[in-house]
């Protein structure tokens, strides 16, 4: 009896030794939880994408619990740099590469160039450069985006492929919602020639004509806008844009989602119209995931993110919700997306210079032209002028 006893106790610690060793008497090691941030809008059609992802991701990806949550886009940033400051926040957060320069640079932002390096050929060169500052990669590409012009084919055959022709419709009584704001009509600069920084950085919008032409231009057009109650910027135009009533709007392609969905085939994409000046040069942006200096397992982030932003994840985002995708591994056959890589040849790399916050800061206030009267030129020389104080 006492000899049975002994080998029993002796099978009970060698059971207690294997399960210790499997990590548990559970049978199953413990999940590493991994918590992100994103601000796509509720229903939105990005925001269904990713909670597709999320599923899949979910069976691939059985070693991490990914703890999500939706945080309002005009919130996100301030939320995250308050969160991290405090030596708190999430281990990630998906954005566009708005104020990557400015958060590298406090800090806030995680360089993840050595955890990443040899892992990001599958991306193109062009949405890593996004995602870096000063030669140190600070997140991992998603998408590429710029503002471009929709239009119903019903109700335009042919979209424009000029300023002049553009003006033309409107004044035609053709409804088009123009997004007016510095971010959506930047790219009408460029199709008039103008240039808001030199190549050091110094801003000399007042150097030549082109900005304060873009700016007489683009106040022409908002003035047929305002006479007519048309839509003067993305969210008021998605409604009529949407219905059928607008038969084009200027945005980006965040929002193919949403229209394609109401258009269906009906829906087409072009590039903003040349100007005198040569093509138009929106912003070009990249979407990418942000890690946290405070996370406790970044390379577990980076995994995550990885597979976020991978062939079969980016081939769903870019099926129903319109990303371009930055990885090339992913098959593009959807003539939309194709007509934005066109469309995206022209654009103005967002830079990360601290000297962005210039254009900012005293080149939003368009009001003073469109609502108030102040001549273009005038406006552009008193802004180049606040610039360089």
């Known amino acids: 009896m006492k000899s049975k006893i002994s080998i029993l106790i002796s099978l009970m610690v060698i059971s207690t030794m294997i399960l210790s060793a499997c990590g548990g008497g559970g049978g199953a090691t413990e999940k590493k939880e991994v918590t992100f941030w994103h601000a796509y809008g509720t229903g939105s059609a990005e925001e269904v994408a990713l909670a597709k992802v999320l599923e899949a991701a979910a069976t691939d990806l059985p070693q991490y619990k990914i703890n999500v949550l939706q945080v309002p886009f005009n919130d996100i940033y301030n939320k995250y740099r308050t969160d991290v400051a405090a030596g708190a926040g999430p281990d990630m957060f998906i954005a566009p590469n708005d104020s990557l320069g400015d958060d590298a640079r406090a800090g806030l932002i995680a360089d993840i160039t050595e955890i990443a390096k040899g892992k990001l050929g599958d991306y193109t060169p062009l949405s890593v450069e996004g995602m870096s500052v000063e030669g140190k990669l600070y997140g991992i590409p998603e998408s590429l985006k710029a503002v471009v012009f929709w239009y119903n084919k019903d109700m335009i055959a042919t ?28 790219g009408f600069f460029g199709a008039f020639g103008g240039q808001v920084f030199d190549d050091s950085w110094k801003v000399v919008a007042d150097s030549n004509s082109g900005v304060s032409d873009a700016m007489a231009y683009l106040n022409d057009l908002y003035q047929i806008s305002k ?76 995994e995550v993110a990885l597979y976020l932003t991978g062939k079969s ?50 080149f939003c206030g368009t009001d003073e032209v469109f609502e108030k009267g102040t001549a273009a030129a005038d406006w552009v020389k008193t802004a180049t002028e606040n610039a360089n104080k």
């Open 159 to 186: 979209p424009p492929a000029t300023t002049d022709e553009l003006k033309a419709l409107m004044e035609g009584g053709t409804e088009i919602s123009l997004s007016y704001g510095c971010y959506h009509h930047f």
């Open 227 to 302: 006479a007519n109650s048309w839509p003067k910027n993305d969210g008021d135009g998605l409604a009529p844009f949407s219905e059928g009533k607008a038969a084009a709007i200027t945005n980006g392609n965040w929002a193919m989602g949403d229209y394609k969905k109401a258009l269906g085939d009906k829906l087409g994409v072009a590039a903003l119209p040349a100007g005198p000046g040569g093509p138009s040069t929106p912003f070009l942006g990249v979407d990418g995931f942000y890690f946290n200096p405070n996370s406790a397992d970044l390379s577990a982030a980076l």
């Open 313 to 362: 994840a980016q081939q769903i985002m870019m099926d129903e919700a319109g990303h371009v995708p930055a990885n090339t591994k992913v098959t593009v056959s959807d003539p939309l997306i194709k007509s934005l890589l066109a469309a995206f040849e022209t654009g103005y790399v967002r830079p990360q210079v601290p000297q962005l916050g210039l254009y900012w800061s005293n």
